[in-house]
């Protein structure tokens, strides 16, 4: 039996018992939650969320790139979001590699180097900070005065806002 099967096999035994509107694609509660992809954040039991109160966004290391940008742009512009909280991570994977190393490793294994930014970190306080700020200063997004920063202590649960 494979992962997916197991996914599948649990969703079929939850049936419909997942609290929450469905009725809208608008978030009720007006907020983007942007972080990383990192299993041991659950976003829903971190934040008490029901479905249908947020949006939740997911990326390697919970940074804000082009194309979170264009994701909070379509959730502000057509869905009705009015705030922005990210959160990042202590122990996270990005900041274990380096931009020029994954590159090299990647063209390395497949003779392309990546057009992207890998986005690696060392202080994920800082990591947090520009990601705030590239909220703040884009022209693509009409509600930027309500972004908050935040890293999730993955060992203790505790979330503690940056400054």
């Given at each position: ?76 512009r057509k869905l009705g979001t009015r705030e922005v909280l990210i959160v990042q991570h202590t122990e996270c994977g990005l900041s274990m ?67």
């Amino acid at each position: 039996m494979t992962s997916i099967d197991v996914l599948l096999k649990r969703n079929q035994e939850l049936g419909e018992v997942t609290p929450g509107d469905r009725s809208s694609p608008k978030p009720s509660l007006q907020v983007a939650i942007l972080t990383c992809m990192d299993a041991r954040i659950r976003v829903f039991e971190l934040f008490g969320l029901l479905q249908g109160e947020s949006h939740v966004l997911r990326n390697a290391g919970g940074v804000v790139t082009d194309d979170m940008i264009r994701s909070l742009a379509l959730s502000q512009r057509k869905l009705g979001t009015r705030e922005v909280l990210i959160v990042q991570h202590t122990e996270c994977g990005l900041s274990m590699v380096t931009e020029d190393d994954f590159k090299d490793e990647l063209e390395s294994d497949t003779g392309l180097r990546p057009t992207w930014s890998v986005e690696a970190f060392r202080n994920v306080e800082n990591s947090v900070r520009t990601s705030v700020e590239r909220v703040r200063r884009s022209a693509y997004l009409p509600h930027t005065e309500n972004v908050r920063g935040f890293v999730y202590d993955v060992k203790t649960g505790k979330l503690t806002e940056v400054e």
